[in-house]
């Protein structure tokens, strides 16, 4: 049977920047175009505060994807097809269903893409990011991601599997901090970021980052340190019915704080929330 929908190689990958305050409708949305690629999740975006007429956006990118096994791969320039791809990460030098970090930079009064550059190594291959909840939507120095582990050169059969967590400097590129759990027999998913002082039960918060606590782009309109929190990452055991919620560290090198042990299976889903206890009525 055929696939849903193609992915084609060549084709430029398109970005709408919609006004806030949009009145007049789809006239109004500003598109741009990119190198040929594809992202499942957005990290952050903001507007740039050295000028007032250009976007930055932050996203997991991949060269490629099959959407989860619902498309298939075309290529426009060579009439080329890929009814079978290979589940190899790597093919010829592209990222295919595998992302990491990448920015770009449109001005949208010209309607033009102004910057696109990957903002992390490439051994470093992430997806399900967060950002602190009051950074959402403006110029913020740190994003969390769940790690993608490297498949063996020879490609393996089955998805992809996060054995850890990273945490990224968006102004650097680089990985600042990484939490693993391979080596215990887990495997992790989504992300979540609870800032301190989220509930009234909330441990006392960790020692915040002096690089950027006293930084007004950091969160201008938030008086709590950006990374100042606790990371939720639900990890499931490959053998076994077990699982466990493991509690790091944000301001620091993502130290696990606590573990609370699950003694049964939980399945693996897409994307996680939090909501503090008092909030919830049983």
């Not at 915040?208 to 201008?220: A, G, L, M, R, V």
């Not at 609370?260 to 299976?265: E, K, M, Q």
Request: hydrophobic share 40%; net charge negative.
């Amino acid at each position: 049977a055929a696939r849903a929908f193609e992915f084609d190689v060549d084709k430029p990958m398109r970005i709408g920047v919609v006004p806030r305050f949009a009145a007049h409708g789809a006239a109004e949305v500003v598109w741009v175009e990119a190198e040929p690629g594809y992202a499942f999740h957005v990290v952050n975006a903001w507007d740039d505060p050295e000028d007032p007429d250009q976007v930055v956006l932050v996203l997991c990118r991949m060269d490629e994807t099959l959407a989860l096994g619902i498309a298939e791969l075309v290529s426009s320039a060579t009439a080329r097809t890929d009814p079978s791809p290979t589940p190899t990460p790597m093919v010829e030098g592209r990222l295919r269903e595998v992302a990491r970090l990448h920015r770009y930079v449109i001005n949208v009064r010209q309607g033009v893409l102004v910057a696109s550059n990957p903002l992390a190594p490439a051994e470093s291959l992430a997806d399900y990011p967060c950002v602190a909840p009051h950074g959402v939507g403006q110029p913020t120095r740190y994003a969390y991601a769940s790690a993608i582990a490297p498949r063996p050169a020879t490609g393996a059969e089955g998805p992809d599997t996060f054995h850890g967590v990273y945490k990224h400097d968006l102004r650097t590129g680089e990985v600042v901090a990484s939490h693993f759990f391979a080596a215990e027999g887990l495997v992790g998913g989504d992300i979540v970021f609870v800032p301190c002082g989220s509930s009234t039960s909330t441990p006392p918060a960790p020692q915040p980052d002096p690089s950027i606590s006293s930084n007004p782009e950091t969160c201008p309109t938030h008086t709590l340190a950006e990374d100042a929190g606790y990371i939720l990452c639900m990890c499931h055991a490959v053998t076994g019915d077990r699982a466990e919620l493991r509690v790091l560290d944000a301001a620091a090198s993502l130290a696990l704080v606590a573990t609370v042990h699950v003694p049964c299976r939980v399945p693996i889903g897409f994307h996680v929330g939090y909501v503090p206890g008092e909030h919830l009525h049983w």
